[in-house]
């Protein structure tokens, strides 16, 4: 768990570079390599931190179409319709939300024509009842 203020400025630091040496990221917070690697330890063991990535600008190899889908889905299918969205390879991401949607799915895609196709394979899945969509235009603030 992050427990205080070194915590949060290490974990800062890594989510901007996360390649980034340990005596690197002694020397931009004031103390010890030892103290770092340690802390590193710890928040790998309790779960703060879960692994280390990589972030693609925006080039050719990354989806130039992203969009937001709310899925509202029939009673009691949920589970089975979860488990055929995790099928498609263009599905980054899929919450339990509450409101007018039941999940929101995020997409990414290499093109416009790639995005209608999997809203149409979305929503003629059984168990959907309804979808809507929102393309993202731009991307303000990521720091995921």
Same mark, same amino acid.
């Given at each position: !768990?992050?427990?205080? &203020? ?6 800062? @630091? ?8 340990? &005596? *690197?990221? %002694? +020397?931009?917070?004031?103390? &010890? ?9 710890? /928040? ?7 692994? =280390? #990535?990589?972030? /693609?600008?925006? *080039?050719?190899? +990354?989806?130039?179409? !992203? ?15 979860? /488990?055929? @969205?995790? %099928?498609?390879?263009?599905? #980054?991401?899929? =919450? ?8 929101? %799915? ?8 790639? /995005? *209608? ?8 899945? *059984?168990?959907? +009842? ?13 720091? %995921?």
């Amino acid at each position: !768990m992050i427990q205080d &203020a070194t915590d949060r400025a290490l974990v800062a @630091l890594l989510r901007t570079n996360a390649r980034a040496s340990t &005596a *690197d990221l %002694a +020397r931009q917070l004031g103390i &010890a390599r030892t103290t770092v690697v340690a802390r590193l330890q710890r /928040l790998e063991r309790s779960g703060a931190i879960v692994g =280390y #990535t990589v972030r /693609l600008g925006q *080039d050719e190899e +990354r989806p130039r179409v !992203m969009a937001h889908v709310g899925i509202s889905v029939e009673p009691k299918r949920s589970r089975e319709l979860v /488990l055929r @969205l995790q %099928a498609i390879p263009e599905l #980054t991401q899929l =919450y339990t939300v509450s409101g007018e949607s039941d999940l929101i %799915a995020v997409l990414r895609a290499d093109s416009t024509a790639r /995005l *209608d196709a999997l809203l149409d394979e979305i929503g003629e899945t *059984d168990g959907v +009842r309804k979808t809507t969509t929102s393309v993202v235009l731009a991307v303000r603030v990521d720091r %995921a």
